[in-house]
Each structure stands twice: as C-alpha cells, then as structure tokens.
C-alpha cells in the first residue's frame, strides 16, 4: 500500500507543484544583478549552475530558459525533485555525496561535454548547508566549463524546518537574484589545489549569498522566520 500511494504521489505531486510554483513565482517582481554574466556564459558554449540548497525551488524555475541537465539526489524525495526538473524541461542524473556520487558526476561530464549546461547544487542533499562540496569542481576540471555561481534572497518567505532552510517565495515577495564571477577549474588539478579553489567559491557565493539577503535586512535567511 505504501509504495502504491508513493507511486501515485508522484504521478500528481510534481504537475501541480509546477503548475501552483508558477502560478506563484508570477507574482513576485525580480531583480537580477550581473545579468550578462549568465548570457555570457551561455553564448561561450554553456556552462555549470552551481546554488545552494535552499534554493533550489526558484533556482529550477529561473533557469528553465536554458536547459540543460541537474544532479538530483538518488534518494525517494529526490524523485519528485527529478520529476519537477523533467517536466521543467531539465534532463536529470541521479546521485549525491552518498548515492552513486561518481557515477552521477561522470554523466554529468559526459552531457556538458556534449555542449549542455549544468546544475549542481553545491552543498548536497544532506549539507551542511553552505558548505561547498568539490563536485562542480571536479565537473568543471573535467568537462572544460566554468561553474556559475547563483544565489537569491526574497523580501517575504517561508522557510520549511530541512536541514537547510528551504526557501519558498512568497506571493508577490520581491526576489533579488546575483550571478557570481565565472570560475573555470584547470584540468589534472591536484587535491591542494582543488581545496583551494573549494575554498574560494565557497566564501565567494557566501559573501554573494550575504549581499543579496542584506537587501532584505538579514545576514541570513535561516536566521529569522520570516513568514511575511
């Protein structure tokens, strides 16, 4: 009986989250800093989105304009992920730090080699959160594309009790979104270097991710309970 009813959840689930998130997020106003960095990126041959988790909801509906491919978790709940990104027009590769990590990371080389952009989310499925993980690293040393750092905050949100946060818009919030600076990874990098450059992205998308949310009067969002 449970798997029957897990099966059916996901026959419906997804379609109306889609159908109900767009319905939403059309009613919030958006601002994007450093738009162009993002069209550059795209018209060099593509590259690798790289958000944090907690963002993941307005991340996939942004970004459905350019296509391309997303790791999803392995996991039950990261099926239903997987669906929203299918039907969202994303092609999906199933893995994480824990479930099938590798071979979900030499998909994704395979597909961005093939000309597709990326999305990764870089603290994991299961965090800690904001912590960045090597893999869109080890993606980018390995498929020639620069990572893409992206990050947004809203004036009014609800922040579901993960592990990370979960951000939700809400209805007619006001949403700030910011593209970091480009960073491509050399190839045959060291694992020195490699946590170098972890290093660095990862306290570069977390002074991004502070700036934007400090337009909304915080220095983080799992800070406060901002229901609106």
């Known amino acids: 009986m449970v798997d029957l009813l897990y099966r059916a959840s996901l026959a419906v689930v997804p379609r109306l989250y889609v159908a109900a998130s767009t319905l939403l997020f059309s009613t919030c106003r958006l601002e994007v800093e450093n738009p162009e960095v993002l069209e550059e990126v795209v018209s060099a041959g593509g590259g690798i989105a790289v958000f944090w988790h907690y963002s993941f909801f307005y991340v996939f509906h942004h970004l459905r304009r350019y296509p391309g491919?997303?790791?999803?978790?392995?996991?039950?709940?990261?099926?239903?992920?997987?669906?929203?990104?299918?039907?969202?027009g994303y092609e999906t590769v199933r893995g994480s730090s824990h479930r099938r990590g590798v071979r979900g990371l030499k998909e994704l080389v395979?597909?961005?080699?093939?000309?597709?952009?990326?999305?990764?989310?870089?603290d994991g499925s299961q965090g800690p959160a904001r912590?960045?993980?090597?893999?869109?690293?080890?993606?980018?040393?390995?498929?020639?594309?620069?990572?893409?750092?992206?990050?947004?905050?809203a004036s009014r949100y609800k922040a579901f009790a993960s592990w990370d946060r979960t951000v939700l818009p809400l209805p007619f919030a006001r949403i700030r979104l910011a593209y970091g600076r480009p960073l491509q990874v050399p190839a045959g990098i060291s694992s020195r270097e490699l946590e170098e450059y972890r290093s660095r992205l990862e306290r570069e998308m977390n002074e991004l991710y502070r700036k934007v949310w400090r337009r909304f009067g915080v220095d983080a969002h799992d800070r406060v309970d901002n229901g609106g």
């Open 131 to 153: 912590r960045l993980q090597p893999g869109c690293l080890l993606l980018s040393a390995k498929s020639g594309r620069p990572v893409l750092p992206v990050v947004w905050a």
């Open 69 to 88: 491919v997303a790791m999803v978790s392995a996991s039950r709940d990261g099926e239903y992920i997987a669906r929203v990104a299918r039907i969202l």
């Open 110 to 122: 395979r597909h961005v080699r093939q000309g597709r952009n990326a999305g990764v989310v870089g």
